[in-house]
């Protein structure tokens, strides 16, 4: 049932993710679930598993699709959501939190997926991993449901840190244009700046400071900055990017995710309400389907930690099957298009033309 390590790389081509089995909310049984659906679909896919050996053992086994393409390693313990995530960097290395970033870390696996807190896994990547040469701060980055050609822009930060100043929005941009070519293959993102209106006037000073970085090196970066974008403009077509700082992108996160879960509790009130209404659902079947699976969260779950050395991607810690199995998919585009040697690549490339010009600036004065 369990492939030994030496049987886990003799055959190619595989990817292979390293999951944190203990970081849910629900426990092991829908991450389980998740890489078995997941399996079906891929079968170049193969995991190294953490968490207690005995239960997964029996999980994994019961899932035919699973056999011979996982590796258990044994964890003693977990990180809750309730753990610090300063306690985690010093006492966690027997988590399997910390064991699965590790095969990351030594090139055993190609990314890795976690449900659990957000904060630690944050904490032990940059840690572990590193950040890459030139960011400053990582970032939190999600796929939005939109109106976009796509289906979907991007968004970040959601909450890897609360504060940014102008440089780290300024980052940020340049890492979300680099996983919006890569993981959405848009040849030339556009990029908006998140403010409380598009007006130039309007927003803090290092918004107005940001706005000037991101205009100025569009060229160079390689992407069409379309400025200050507003809150309505998340779910649009007029950028393929959102910019913002950590704490607005995360409370905007959950706002969305709290109206999508509106408003199939209400579809389904409505539905409910009569008996010609209960008709009309019965005909409007195939219509309500497509509609449920367009503003599903669990479809598009997975925020990518950006700016490390190394693809994690952290999934919502009451993820379900669905949710397992979207992370996973994240996590194995972004791991076969090598984002990771992209971004590393595009951040220094504007990092070093930055440089020069503003060495350039400081002679001609």
């Known amino acids: 049932m369990t492939a030994k390590t030496d ?3 003799d055959v190619t081509p595989r990817t292979v993710v390293s999951i944190d089995a203990m970081g849910g909310d629900r426990g092991p049984l829908p991450i389980v679930l998740g890489m078995a ?4 679909k891929n079968p170049e896919l193969h995991f190294i598993v953490h968490g207690p050996k005995d239960e997964l053992d029996i999980l994994v086994g019961a899932r035919k699709v699973l056999i011979d ?8 313990d977990a990180v809750s959501m ?3 995530p300063s306690q985690v960097v010093r006492n966690g290395k027997s988590t399997s939190m910390w064991s699965a970033l590790e095969c990351v870390r030594n090139g055993e ?3 890795c997926v976690s449900c659990g807190n957000t904060g630690a896994l944050m904490a032990l990547s940059m840690i572990r991993l590193r950040k ?5 701060r990582p970032a939190i980055a999600v796929l939005w449901p939109s109106r976009s050609k796509t289906g979907f822009n991007v968004m970040l930060d959601v909450g890897a840190d609360i504060k940014a100043d102008s440089k780290d929005l300024f980052q940020y941009a340049l890492m979300g244009v680099s996983y919006a070519r890569n993981g959405l293959e848009i040849p030339l993102p556009r990029v908006g700046l998140l403010n409380v209106g598009t007006e130039d006037h309007k927003g803090r000073a290092e918004l107005h400071e940001a706005h000037e970085l991101i205009s100025q090196y569009e060229q160079l970066g390689d992407y069409k900055f379309v400025g200050f974008v507003e809150g309505g403009d998340i779910p649009g077509d007029k950028t393929d990017v959102i910019v913002t700082d950590g704490f607005t992108g995360n409370v905007a996160l959950k706002t969305g995710e709290g109206t999508a879960k509106l408003i199939g509790e209400l579809l389904r009130q409505a539905f409910q309400y009569s008996l010609l209404s209960r008709l009309a659902q019965l005909l409007a079947v195939s ?4 509609l449920r699976k367009r503003i599903d969260p669990r479809r598009v779950n997975g925020g990518v930690f950006l700016g490390l050395n190394g693809t994690v991607v952290k999934s919502h810690g009451t993820a379900d099957e669905t949710g397992v199995s979207a992370a996973i998919k994240l996590a194995v585009t972004l791991a076969n298009s090598q984002f990771s040697q992209k971004l590393a690549a595009r951040v220094a490339s504007v990092n070093t033309s930055a440089h020069s010009v503003e060495n350039a600036a400081s002679e001609a004065e």
Request: with cysteine; aromatic share 4%; proline share 3%.
């Open 37 to 40: 659906a997941s399996a079906k």
């Open 69 to 76: 393409r996982c590796e258990i390693r044994h964890c003693d």
């Open 82 to 84: 309730t753990d610090k």
């Open 7 to 9: 049987k886990l790389y």
């Open 132 to 136: 890459l040469p030139g960011v400053n």
């Open 109 to 111: 696996a190609e990314a």
């Open 287 to 290: 219509s309500l389907q497509r």
